[in-house]
Structure formats: C-alpha cells, structure tokens
C-alpha cells in the first residue's frame, strides 16, 4: 500500500490478556516509530528503530511492553497481561531520514484503538 | 520532558476567520514540525521549517519561527468546516531522531 498501515484499526481485550498490534511502513522508510496517545492528550513516544541500529526503547512504560521490527520492514508491538492503563490510541510512523537530515516528515498510520476491560 | 507546548489549548472561531496557534519549546532544535489530526486518529503533516527559516506558507497555512524566542505560531487563514482538527508541533531538540510533540491545539471551526 501507499501508506503506513496497522492493525487491527480497534481491539478489545481483557485484563490480563495479551494483545499484539502490527504496524507496516512505507516501503523503504528505515525509520518507525511507535507512539502512545491517551485521549485529548499528546503523543507518547514508546520505541524507535532505525534501520539495523539498536532500536531506542526509552519509552516503552513497563516492561510488560516489547516491540520487535523484523527485516526491517514490519513491526509488532505486544502488551502483555493488559491493564485498564493501557487503554489507548497507538500510533504508528515511518519516515525516510535524509542524508544531512536529523528529522524528516513522519507518516503515521490510523492507529489501533485498544480498549481494555 | 515535553519539548513542545500548543496554546491555546482549545479555539474556537467563525468559519472565515484567521486562527492562530502557538508552539513553545525548550531546547535548541533543527527543525520545526506542524501536524494536523481529525478525529483522534492519524496525523497528517502539514509544514516543516528549518531553524534558519523565519517564515514558510503553504496554502492557506502560514508558519513563522523565532528561534530566540525557541517558538512558532501556526496560523490557517479564512478558515473552513474541514479545518476542525486538533494540531501539533513537533520538535528534534537534542535528539538525533526523536520527535517530541505537544500536547496540541484543538481547533473547532463554527460553520
């Protein structure tokens, strides 16, 4: 596809399940990022990967939480035993990062709404 | 730490008229960005200025930057209905790579 594209769009799960979220990037940004946003509120940074580089997993709020991009292509965020915390928009983007260039424009998918209950 | 702070928190004007957001931010950057979300979902970019750019447009969107003052203002002129969103700025501070983003402005336009 042309866009950044995630699933599932919405999931439901209960406390204590285990709940994975998938993300699929622009073909051929080396740059994803995950964030977390609660509602009415801003963007919370949860992990980045950049190309084959050590991924910068400082936002990730618990250990409960976990991201892995594989082939440097699509990505999985997993949140294990779910908390009513946890409830959220996540969004996924990806950008091509320039030569020259710290920051470039970011592509972010719509996001999977996760509800626990 | 939040590198990038939106006021007015909320907005709400006729349609037609000018809306004005504001961006501040702590550190010394690279780059600004502004995004556009409806409906709690995706984000759309809408403009990126360099920290020697004092001014960009882009349509009907004009941004201005002061780096002395580390703050930007997003301004949508003769505004729309489809306007109604909340917006972003986006920010490098000390980072290589990360955006750090705001809490943002959400703009109701009243038909």
């Known amino acids: 596809g042309a866009g950044v594209s995630q699933s599932p769009s919405n999931k439901v799960t209960e406390k204590g399940k285990d709940v994975e979220l998938r993300c699929d990037p622009i073909?051929?940004?080396?740059?994803l990022y995950w964030y977390r946003q609660s509602l009415g509120q801003g963007l919370e940074f949860l992990i980045y990967?950049?190309?084959?580089?050590?991924?910068?997993k400082s936002g990730l709020p618990s250990d409960r939480f976990s991201a892995e991009r594989t082939g440097g292509s699509v990505s999985t965020l997993t949140i294990q035993r779910t908390q009513q915390e946890d409830s959220a928009v996540y969004l996924c983007?990806?950008?091509?990062?320039?030569?020259?260039?710290?920051?470039?424009?970011?592509?972010f998918g719509q996001g999977t709404r996760l509800t626990v209950v | 730490s939040q590198q990038g702070e939106e006021d007015p928190q909320a907005l709400s004007i006729q349609e037609g008229e000018n809306a004005t957001m504001n961006c501040s931010y702590k550190?010394?950057?690279?780059?600004l960005q502004w995004y556009r979300q409806n409906s709690g979902r995706g984000l759309v970019h809408l403009i990126l200025i360099r920290s020697n750019e004092r001014e960009k447009h882009s349509g009907r969107l004009r941004v201005t930057l002061d780096t002395s003052k580390k703050s930007s203002s997003l301004l949508i002129t003769a505004s729309r209905a489809a306007d109604t969103a909340s917006y972003f700025c986006a920010t490098d501070g000390d980072s290589n790579y990360q955006l750090i983003w705001g809490a943002g402005t959400k703009l109701i336009i009243k038909p």
């Open positions: 073909s051929g940004h080396t740059a």
């Open positions: 550190t010394s950057i690279n780059n």
């Open positions: 983007a990806s950008s091509k990062p320039k030569p020259g260039q710290k920051n470039t424009e970011a592509f």
């Open positions: 990967f950049q190309g084959n580089s050590a991924p910068d």
